[in-house]
């Protein structure tokens, strides 16, 4: 049954559509749905009959039970054809009803008419077109995403239950959220040492903390398929003498002095190169250890490679293109503050954050409107390179002078010299590394740039002291190992020697020759360049890590105590004067951080431990230079906000890792191996390795296309592609990235008119507005009422007493400020429709 409003609705459809013509009814489609009984009538049949009278047997008819007596079904026809019929095996509600309208009828309908509009007709009326169906979909979500709160019963319990399991799912995401950002490490130290010394200083900790878990990766290479499997299941310490140490050695081998510069017991090590067997296999699980080795030398700085790039990708990719100058100080004044705040100490660092991040703005405002005199400052910009690289020239000379120096004392007996003979070179390099940043610092006040430009070139150079330094040290460390070799090749001599002599000399034929057995630690051995390059390095790290704590603590922390308790009994202001608190090196710090890892990279090789003190000496440095920081250190007087992707850092990176290798590449492919010591000894070359294991363990169809496939025929123009197609994408990227450009002029070009247009229309709404008001004010007017009485008001409002009311809706067009009403048909106004 239709109620009153339904029943005044079908009404009022057919009344509009009583005139139609036969050619518009056929584009009408008709369906209505039918209820089938399959046994009996669903009326209840009521019978009279005595209290003791029963029912005959073939008068009565059994009932189903559960339902399933019935059927329903839905169809749907028009003029041309005959559309679907569907069972319905549910209750038909207003969720079933609109389901089968968004499913059924609307492609039947532009199936039928596919160029003209067409119209359904249905128990309730259902207009065809497309929006009116995206409307029917749209309303099915509805109902099914809040039926239960709709309906009654068990509907509205199982409603409010899923309501209950979705607000707990959600208090669950949120809470797992936060619990990873409270995983990440040092992520509130972070945030604190950002609030208080800007973005500048907290993008180091945040290449720091990246360094740190790529160095653990590196560590966990490292230790699980190198150092623990030699452990265990190699021979133990004293088998052999590459695990012995020397007899000449054993009495200071467990001496401080000897440990501190990783010789004796830790020379004979798992720490070291040397110390490796070259056994193919080793332990009842068989393990390649030679190949291990090599393939964990070549994985650690691939994975580098990948990681690095990457990296710089999600950087550049985060960067994005967006203009972030318009309404700046807008935005931060209105939309910095965090009102979910409820912890005082919070507060103060969101307090501190803010007005950090207001003098990032200011100076980036005042860099870009700064006048300079172009002359004097190109002329104090040449003067300060050319001091910066006298200094490089002065330090690389430096460098060089000590190497050669400490070679002669090395020829001479190093046991002959003191400690800092003997640690001469990684002294001198630490001091040059801690001392001509400083000098470069105070060079680039001439040159007047802006922070982050300055903090560039401040990098810059640096990185040229570090690398100039580093090279002129290992161009050093390659005579040395020149030296080594030569002296191997004597060592071969007198090891021939001194085999010969084990035997019992000249014997008859039928007799049998033995040899007398030799402690490990009394044969003699050669000199293993590839360990003492790996103990240069490891002394470097070490060295260069006391010395950078030994600043920090005496530079800032005593400083600061001095400055601190001093200031009151001195004559000026110690504070604001001489030598007043420390600013952070961001430049310095980093490019320490990355010729740390470059080393690590350089002589991992040969000193599989050096991972393991880069992570050791990461993790202290976080936490001390946090510390530091926060209570010796003050914020720099020129704040600047620092670029938010970082990749300056990483191209660094980048270029320290391609650096790195190269030695590390030409020791390996061109030196050869010692002869007793390492996994590789007894090879030619260290990557015979590869060879080896092919030949024995795979087929040998694989052996013969891995050789064609190393062939420089095939390597030589495979390279030439990559480098093409590097090219290629280098130049699409920059397509691109002009595109984008242009694209982002367009639109702040478009922003701009806009916002003229904005203004025009706001100005022009605004004299409309005071014409109107003046209108009101001036437009009193006289007319005659009809008694014939002269009077003189304002004219009465519009909505007069026989004239209808406006309608109201999409029909009608609103009215705004600047946009006049469209002039149309006024209608009479009778002498009677005044109101008094």
Not at 151 to 180: C, H, I, P, S, T
Not at 279 to 296: C, D, E, N, T
Not at 444 to 455: D, F, K, Q, T
Not at 613 to 629: K, T
Request: glycine share 6%.
């Amino acid at each position: 049954m239709l109620t009153l409003f339904y029943h005044r609705k079908h009404l009022q459809w057919g009344h509009e559509r009583q005139n139609w013509t036969m050619e518009q009814w056929k584009k009408v489609a008709w369906s209505d749905e039918s209820h089938f009984l399959l046994d009996h009538v669903d009326d209840w049949v009521c019978v009279c009959h005595l209290p003791a009278e029963e029912m005959a047997a073939g008068c009565t008819m059994g009932r189903r039970q559960a339902g399933r007596g019935s059927v329903m079904l839905w169809a749907m026809f028009c003029w041309e054809t005959l559309g679907p019929g569907i069972y319905v095996d549910v209750t038909l509600t207003h969720t079933t009803y609109l389901k089968i309208a968004a499913d059924h009828v609307h492609p039947f309908m532009c199936t039928v008419c596919k160029n003209s509009s067409c119209l359904g007709v249905s128990g309730s009326l259902i207009p065809a077109d497309a929006e009116s169906f995206r409307c029917f979909r749209e309303s099915q979500e509805f109902v099914e995403k809040y039926e239960g709160a709709l309906g009654k019963g068990k509907g509205r319990k199982l409603y409010a239950y899923k309501v209950m399991m979705m607000k707990k799912w959600m208090k669950f995401q949120r809470d797992f959220e936060n619990f990873r950002t409270a995983c990440i490490p040092w992520e509130m130290k972070i945030k604190e040492i950002e609030s208080h010394f800007g973005s500048s200083v907290a993008s180091y900790f945040i290449f720091l903390r990246w360094m740190y878990g790529m160095n653990m990766i590196l560590f966990g290479l490292t230790f699980g398929l190198v150092m623990v499997p030699e452990a265990l299941m190699g021979r133990p310490y004293g088998s052999m003498p590459r695990k012995t140490v020397p007899r000449s050695e054993q009495a200071g081998a467990m001496d401080f002095a000897v440990l501190w510069d990783f010789g004796g017991y830790a020379q004979y090590s798992v720490l070291f190169y040397g110390y490796y067997n070259n056994q193919r296999a080793i332990g009842w699980l068989k393990f390649r250890m030679p190949l291990s080795y090599f393939l964990v030398g070549v994985g650690t700085v691939a994975y580098s490679y990948m990681v690095v790039i990457r990296t710089m990708a999600r950087n550049a990719n985060r960067d994005g293109g967006g203009d972030d100058t318009s309404f700046n100080f807008s935005w931060k004044m209105f939309t910095s503050w965090d009102y979910l705040i409820g912890n005082p100490e919070t507060a103060d660092n969101k307090f501190a954050s803010i007005t950090t991040s207001f003098k990032e703005s200011i100076v980036e405002e005042q860099e870009s409107h700064k006048d300079e005199n172009i002359h004097l400052t190109r002329f104090l910009r040449v003067l300060a390179n050319f001091l910066v690289l006298c200094c490089l020239a002065g330090s690389g000379y430096l460098i060089y002078f000590v190497v050669r120096r400490s070679q002669k004392f090395a020829l001479e007996g190093l046991e002959n010299y003191g400690w800092w003979e003997r640690n001469e070179v990684n002294m001198v390099m630490s001091l040059l590394g801690m001392f001509c940043p400083m000098l470069f610092d105070v060079i680039s006040s001439l040159e007047n740039y802006h922070p982050r430009i300055a903090l560039q070139w401040q990098l810059g150079r640096i990185f040229a002291l570090f690398l100039g330094n580093l090279y002129t040290f290992i161009i050093a460390l390659m005579d040395e190992i020149n030296l080594k070799r030569r002296e191997e090749e004597v060592v071969k001599y007198n090891m021939t020697v001194w085999q010969a002599s084990l035997y019992n000399g000249t014997v008859d034929d039928n007799s049998t020759t033995s040899t007398i057995p030799v402690d490990p630690a009394d044969v003699p051995r050669g000199p293993c360049w590839e360990t003492m390059v790996g103990q240069e390095f490891v002394r470097l790290i070490v060295s260069d890590t006391m010395t950078t704590y030994i600043t920090l603590l005496i530079g800032d922390f005593l400083r600061a105590v001095f400055v601190r308790f001093f200031n009151y009994c001195w004559c000026w202001d110690l504070e604001y004067g001489f030598p007043s608190y420390s600013e952070f090196d961001v430049s310095g710090n980093v490019l320490g951080l990355i010729f740390n890892q470059g080393m690590i990279w350089m002589g991992a090789f040969y000193a599989p431990c050096l991972p393991a003190l880069n992570v050791l000496r990461l993790h202290v440095s976080m936490y001390l230079q946090c510390w530091a920081v926060m209570c010796c250190n003050v914020p720099q007087e020129r704040v600047f906000k620092a670029s938010g992707s970082n990749n300056f850092y990483m191209a660094m990176l980048l270029v320290i890792l391609f650096l790195s290798t190269l030695p590390a590449i030409y020791t390996i492919v061109s030196i050869p191996p010692s002869f007793d010591c390492g996994p590789f000894s007894g090879k030619k070359r260290m990557y015979d390795v590869i060879q080896e294991t092919l030949e024995n363990d795979f087929p040998l169809w694989f052996g013969k296309v891995f050789s064609y496939a190393s062939n420089p025929g095939l390597v030589l123009p495979f390279i030439l592609v990559m480098i093409l197609a590097i090219y290629y994408l280098q130049s699409t990227s920059k397509t691109y990235k002009a595109a984008n450009m242009d694209l982002k002029k367009k639109l702040q070009t478009q922003n701009e008119e806009n916002k003229k247009k904005n203004k025009r229309a706001a100005l022009k709404a605004e004299a409309e507005l005071e014409e109107a008001r003046n209108a009101v004010m001036d437009g009193e007017r006289n007319y005659i009422h009809p008694n014939g009485q002269l009077l003189s008001r304002i004219p009465p409002p519009c909505g007069s007493a026989d004239r209808p009311p406006a309608p109201r809706g999409s029909e009608m067009a609103g009215y705004l400020p600047g946009n006049p009403r469209q002039p149309g048909p006024r209608r009479q106004r009778s002498t009677n429709s005044h109101r008094y």
